[in-house]
T-cell receptor
Framework: AQKVTQAQTEISVVEKEDVTLDCVYE???????LFWYKQPPSGELVFLIR??????QNEISGRYSWNFQKSTSSFNFTITASQVVDSAVYFC?????????????FGGGTRVLVKP | DVKVTQSSRYLVKRTGEKVFLECVQD?????MFWYRQDPGLGLRLIYF???????EKGDIPEGYSVSREKKERFSLILESASTNQTSMYLC?????????????FGEGSWLTVV
């Protein structure tokens, strides 16, 4: 069985501050995918990134960056120069590559509040 | 763009009522999912379907059933709603393929059982 832990339930920052969301996972599978999703107030989960366990290279997309460290089973997400539009709940998720059905295991989510 | 549409955004039902939550996707995806979202617990899988008339229990199937008569439509049924089923319900879909295909979500249905 898999487990994904997002220890921070809520983070509040002022606009333009950087914010890092932690994600720690447990799995016995050696190959897996990790995801981050954003859930704005509208409710729909928006896909942000997928990373497979073979690739530990960090990734940057605009103000978003991800730090994957297999040695510590962590896949942290940083928003640089946060904006009010970044206010949302963010979910980390995992699925073993060999698992049938593409069924993700989600963390509990981190609510980010960016104040103007 | 992939579109997953949940027909009802907000519902209020009485204890013991039968509740139907409907979901339609327009991208010919084989896989469809129903998740339940509760604060601090994240999303938990209720049921999964990988083809028409095929279904598989997820992590918390008790008190729920599903129906998939057409590829694009996946319904979640609460046979006898209870107050502990008050929650946000999210439908999702993806291509079949290997695990890791992007999953697309609907906007969610807020269900209150009184």
């Amino acid at each position: 069985a898999q487990k994904v832990t997002q220890a921070q339930t809520e983070i509040s920052v002022v606009e333009k501050e950087d914010v890092t969301l932690d994600c720690v996972y447990e799995t016995r599978d050696t190959t897996y995918y990790l995801f981050w999703y954003k859930q704005p107030p509208s409710g729909e989960l928006v896909f942000l990134i997928r990373r497979n366990s073979f690739d530990e290279q960090n990734e940057i997309s605009g103000r978003y960056s991800w730090n994957f460290q297999k040695s510590t089973s962590s896949f942290n997400f940083t928003i640089t120069a946060s904006q009010v539009v970044d206010s949302a709940v963010y979910f980390c998720a995992l699925v073993p590559i060999k698992a049938a059905g593409n069924k993700l295991t989600f963390g509990g989510g981190t609510r980010v509040l960016v104040k103007p | 763009d992939v579109k997953v549409t949940q027909s009802s955004r907000y519902l209020v039902k009485r204890t013991g009522e039968k509740v139907f939550l409907e979901c339609v996707q327009d991208m010919d995806h084989e896989n469809m999912f129903w998740y339940r979202q509760d604060p601090g617990l994240g999303l938990r899988l209720i049921y999964f379907s990988y083809d028409v008339k095929m279904k598989e229990k997820g992590d918390i199937p008790e008190g729920y059933s599903v129906s998939r008569e057409k590829k694009e439509r996946f319904s979640l049924i609460l046979e006898s709603a209870s107050t502990n089923q008050t929650s946000m319900y999210l439908c999702a879909s993806s291509l079949r393929g290997p695990s890791g295909n992007t999953i697309y979500f609907g906007e969610g249905s807020w269900l209150t059982v009184v």
